[in-house]
């Protein structure tokens, strides 16, 4: 394992570096330096203001979703479930969409990440409403109210964009398909406030996870309070992909993809898969969002398109092969 | 006493007769019970009461002195482990990872096994006779070798109670027995009392002390394995005619019955 972390962490000081060095202004190598040093000019701004927050956002955006759908998946034991299952999405579109087309986001630029967050909030508290008896959280209802409460809320998105005029409805069209291109460094010392506490707690679950992968009696006989840790798993998980939807927007099968690839590749151990996927989504989605912004340049491609078509062809040979053996 | 059910009645959400009724009884430290009776009698609910994973609707089900339900699972897991026959999803983890998983309930989040937890497993593994496939995908065993995995991952636990829910159903004579053996074998050792759910009554007379027989959710027999096994009280319960034999030093058989052909019609 700790090879294989190692290597990972390598993985993503590669991409790190790959996503510092392109772009479409090409910076001369003696402009560089003088940029690391410190001495102000375009090549500084570029490296300082544009290209490395935008390369941190996704280092913490990719590895938030990936971890949130390693949990997600072990809580619900299904290989489908993915970040977005608690309606995290749908309600952070609604909470964006409401805020653009009440012109809230020209006046202020935190108030579509707030609005989303907020939107994400209300739809992870529905869901855990709906799905609870007492404290005992069914998971099927879960999964089912998840669903449910989904499409509800992208109704209620699609009812508001009939509404609005065709530059929000631009908008609207491309905060849901995720962009980094919004980073910075106020956000990102939001996000990390989130992401490190909560990874952090989901990485001390992890020998439960462990456990709840057995099923939920042999959870329990093996010392784990099921019901505790199943409430502090969800509740963190959803709401890192929250924090991740409210400043990138919905970047899809990143949560889905890279928790499964760790697992295909022979790590079940959630002690290693934990920190494993955090680093595989945290590279994966800087490479992507490098992609994103030098394929069709000068013109850029929502980030969530390239992970898709990206991470589609890729999961479905990781389901080949493991159908195969 | 290790265990103590005082007037215990359960009913699962949705029915409308009871699983368990009113049932008392006690279990002492070092005794090995078995729970028998006919599909539906309430064995295996009755365990799970026991086990605080389902609370009485009226009665009291104590553990070591304390209410099953009042017990923090970590706390009774160091004094409780379960076998069941219930198939565990494939998790592609190795047979000391499952295994070491008996520890849980030892170790401290963020902090990996400590020397004791390594050696404890590592007895365990040795115990069931794993030791040469401890590095192997669990996966790749057979039935009766994942179900000694899972029998040392309980033992690693330490427990002074073992809970055994049918945890040989699916296996063969052969396997059954070296099972059986093993848990007579270290029961014995470390006078760990077992309270376990069969439908082999043979084999129960043969590795329990005592032998509790329920019928329709109530007990109707409690005492040594000579005592419960009459024929009359096994066709009452099972609706089946039963003739018992005396095996000499194979102990007392109950042998199920044909039935003439004019009785069958009945």
């Keep these: 394992m700790k090879g294989s972390i190692v290597a990972l962490t390598c993985l993503l000081f590669v991409a790190v570096a790959v996503g510092l060095l392109v772009g479409p202004v090409e910076i001369p190598p003696g402009a560089w330096i003088e940029a690391l040093r410190g001495e102000e000019g375009p090549a500084y701004t570029i490296l300082w203001r544009v290209r490395l927050p935008r390369v941190v956002a996704g280092v913490l955006t990719g590895g938030m979703l990936a971890v949130s759908g390693a949990v997600f998946q072990a809580l619900l034991r299904n290989p489908l479930a993915e970040p977005y299952l608690l309606g995290v999405s ?42 609870r008896v007492g404290m005992r959280l069914d998971t099927r209802v879960l999964l089912l109210a998840g669903v449910v409460v989904s499409a509800f809320l992208s109704a209620c998105v699609m009812l508001i964009l009939t509404f609005v005029r065709a530059d929000t409805l631009r908008s609207v069209f491309f905060w849901t398909l995720g962009s980094l291109s919004g980073a910075s460094w106020a956000m990102i010392a939001s996000m990390a406030a989130y992401a490190t506490p909560a990874v952090v707690v989901l990485f001390g679950l992890s020998r439960h996870l462990n456990a709840l992968s057995l099923g939920e009696e042999t959870a329990a006989h093996l010392g784990t309070d099921t019901e505790h ?19 990138a927007g919905v970047i899809g099968f990143v949560g889905l993809v890279v928790p499964h690839g760790v697992r295909l590749a022979g790590v079940r151990d959630h002690r290693a898969l934990i920190p494993l996927s955090f ?16 394929v069709a340049a000068p013109m850029e491609i929502p980030v969530g398109v390239v992970t898709a078509v990206l991470g589609v062809p890729l999961f479905l040979l990781l389901l080949r092969r493991s159908v195969r053996t | 006493m290790i265990c103590r059910l005082d007037a215990v009645s359960f ?56 209410r099953a339900g009042d017990w923090k699972r970590r706390d009774l897991a160091r004094q409780m482990a379960v076998v069941s026959q219930v198939s565990e999803p494939a998790t592609g983890l190795s047979v000391r990872e499952i295994v070491s998983m008996g520890r849980h309930p030892y170790v401290r989040p963020w902090s990996a096994l400590g020397r004791n937890d390594r050696r404890v497993v590592d007895s365990c593994l040795d115990a069931v006779d794993l030791g040469d496939l401890s590095e192997r995908d669990a996966g790749e065993l057979s039935g009766g070798e994942l179900q000694r995995a899972r029998l040392a991952r309980a033992l690693a636990q330490e427990p002074r109670l073992l809970l055994l829910d049918e945890p040989t159903a699916h296996l063969d004579m052969g396997h059954e027995m070296r099972f059986l053996e093993l848990v007579a074998e270290h029961t014995k050792e470390q006078s760990l009392t077992v309270i376990a759910v069969t439908h082999h009554l043979n084999t129960a007379a043969r590795f329990a002390d005592r032998m509790i027989l329920l019928s329709e959710g109530r007990l109707v027999a409690d005492g040594p394995a000579r005592d419960v096994l009459t024929p009359r ?5 099972f609706g ?27």
Excluded at chain 1, 100 to 127: M, N, R
Excluded at chain 1, 279 to 294: E, I, S, Y
Excluded at chain 2, 233 to 237: C, I, K, N, Q, W
């Design chain 1, 229 to 247: 840790v199943k409430w502090l798993a969800y509740a963190l998980a959803s709401l890192l992909a929250a924090a991740a939807v409210s400043v």
């Design chain 1, 279 to 294: 680093l595989v989504g945290g590279a994966a989605l800087v490479l992507a969002d490098a992609a994103a912004r030098t």
């Design chain 2, 233 to 237: 009280r096994l066709e009452s319960a």
């Design chain 2, 240 to 266: 089946w005619p039963v003739e018992i034999r005396d095996l000499g030093s194979l102990g007392r058989h109950a042998i199920p019955k044909r039935r003439e052909p004019e009785e069958a019609a009945e």
């Design chain 2, 11 to 66: 009913r699962y959400t949705g029915q409308t007769a009871d699983a368990v009724r009113n049932v008392t009884l006690g279990v002492t430290e070092g005794e090995h019970v078995a729970l028998v009776g006919p599909n539906g009698a309430g064995k295996s609910t009755l365990l799970r009461l026991v086990t605080g994973v389902l609370a009485p609707r009226a009665g009291l089900v104590e553990v070591l002195g304390r």
């Design chain 1, 90 to 131: 749908s309600g952070a579109a609604l909470g964006a969409v409401t805020s653009l087309a009440l012109g809230l986001s020209a006046s202020a630029y935190f108030a579509l990440p707030v609005a989303a967050l907020a939107g994400a909030l209300v739809a992870i508290v529905v869901v855990f409403e709906v799905a």
